[in-house]
């Protein structure tokens, strides 16, 4: 079988076939170090959830011919626009799947290597904000917010705001803000359509940003406010974007000027006029047409406080909204791999603080092994370890106020075994309130050791140095926050 026909292979085949076309055996870890650097020159893809922080192995999956991933990616994008009602968005059921259009000559040769390769593309989509998940009537969903079709009468009445030209990657310079957007906690209501989304302000009001690409690598966003939004929700909207807009555009390409409609006819008022208007302190603008009456806001001000501290709050909650998707997706493909990537071992009584512990490390993409969300009731713990030990690369032996339970000695006995004998990390963690000097069992006291002590503290290195730990990578002087996005790269994903 051709490399075309089957452009995913595991390491273990690729090498068989190199040695068998070479006609000389070739150490295995010469063959991945090789690899690893044609990988560097995006010759290839490793796409696989392989063992924690560690380098690839023989079940590594690698993507021979890295141009399927655009061709996936684009399929998807074409299917959410293709929807009957345009809402840019597919059934996740769908994209896991495949059931969308694509070419067989352009689809993997089997539905599991088409998995692996959903998996990443969509994780890339959601990554670089392109795409966002959603729970629609009960059905997951995953959304292409610049692929809408539906569209919005623009700009409407008792509407005032400002455009910006710009230069640069027009579609993804839009399609990225307005997922970026969609994350902000202040709004209640968001809503896509063809080059446009509609904001409604939990204060009250509707903010509106609609594209106009000119086709030459320039662009305009034009951003309009219904009467009712707050001023510092205006400014800080405006903020935002204009970042936005300076980071992602050409340099120095960004040009701002007053955008103002008449809300009776909808006739556009002069940049000029606006400002001349403004300069004479005026309230009003007055439409030459129909005589209606506009109100006047000085939308191009200099930045309040309050402005400034909304539009910081949308930058982290584009962060965090962005790193919890990515998250949810990631570990739903290890779901689906049925991997985990760390043995949570706890005394039942100290169960709270470890359940905490693992409901953050879930949202920075690391699926913990926990009896109470993965052990089935009535059912023996020993058979269930005994079937998830050989998914689990790594443990953590959690000690704190209430000492190692009865039984959890037992476990990490059984567990330990497993693990010396597959070369496997055991991480010692001591949790708050711990005794000041815990009475560790021996086959722990020589094993580095995370104190969590302090681990909810704004300063705390504690839960970046348990993530490292269970990555297996060091963590550095004073290691910084982890997320979804940094886990994923760690173990293999590009």
């Known amino acids: 079988m051709s490399e075309a026909s089957q452009p995913l292979l595991t390491i273990a085949d690729l090498h068989h076939r190199f040695e068998t076309d070479y006609g000389q055996p070739v150490p295995l870890e010469k063959f991945i170090a090789y690899l690893q650097r044609l990988q560097d020159t995006d010759a290839v893809d490793v796409l696989a959830f392989h063992s924690v922080g560690q380098e690839p192995k023989p079940e590594t999956l690698v993507l021979l011919d890295p141009t399927r991933v655009d061709a996936y990616a684009s399929a998807l994008l074409v299917a959410a626009k293709d929807e009957p009602d345009g809402p840019g968005h597919l059934a996740e059921s769908r994209v896991r799947n495949g059931d969308f259009n694509l070419p067989d000559s352009e689809r993997l040769g089997d539905k599991q290597s088409e998995r692996h390769l959903l998996w990443f593309v969509v994780e890339s989509l959601l990554s670089r904000d392109l795409a966002l998940r959603e729970t629609i009537k009960g059905e ?20 005032l705001g400002v455009a910006y030209d710009f230069a640069g990657p027009v579609k993804s310079i839009y399609a990225t803000l307005i997922a970026q957007l969609a994350h ?85 008022f002069e940049d000029r006029v606006v400002k001349l208007r403004l300069e004479s302190r005026k309230k009003k603008l007055l439409c030459p047409v129909c005589e209606a009456k506009t109100p006047l806001v000085n939308l191009l001000a200099v930045p309040t406080l309050a402005s400034t501290a909304i539009a910081d709050r949308m930058d982290a909650n584009a962060k965090a909204g962005r790193q919890r998707i990515t998250a949810e997706w990631v570990i739903k493909a290890k779901v689906a791999e049925g991997k985990y990537d760390v043995f949570l071992s706890h005394n039942s009584k100290d169960k709270a603080a470890v359940e905490e512990i693992a409901r953050q490390l879930k949202r920075v993409g690391i699926r913990p092994w926990l009896d109470k969300w993965d052990l089935e009731p009535g059912k023996s713990w020993v058979a269930a370890l005994q079937k998830a030990i050989p998914n689990i690369d790594c443990a953590a032996v959690f000690y704190g106020p209430a000492g190692i339970g009865p039984w959890e000695q037992e476990e990490m006995e059984a567990f330990l075994v497993e693990f010396v004998s597959r070369g496997c990390s055991v991480l010692p963690v001591i949790l708050p309130d711990a005794p000041k000097e815990p009475d560790l069992p021996v086959f722990l006291k020589t094993k580095t050791w995370v104190n969590m002590r302090d681990w909810k503290e704004p300063d705390s290195d504690a839960f970046p140095r348990l993530v490292c730990g269970i990555l297996g990578i060091p963590p550095g002087d004073s290691p910084k926050g982890v997320n979804a996005r940094h886990v994923w790269e760690c173990q293999g994903g590009r």
């Open 140 to 159: 997951d969903y995953v959304v292409f917010p610049a692929q809408c079709t539906r569209e919005l009468k623009f700009p409407g009445k008792g509407v």
């Open 184 to 268: 902000f906690e202040g709004f209640s209501k968001r809503e896509f359509f063809q080059d446009a989304a509609a904001y409604r302000a939990k204060a009250g009001g509707r903010c509106l940003v609609r594209l106009t690409d000119h086709g030459n690598g320039t662009g305009e966003l034009e951003v309009s406010f219904k009467e009712g939004t707050p001023p510092a929700v205006r400014q800080g909207f405006l903020e935002f974007m204009s970042k936005h807009l300076k980071s992602r555009g050409k340099p120095d390409s960004v040009k701002t000027r007053h955008a103002y409609h008449c809300p009776e006819c909808s006739y556009s």
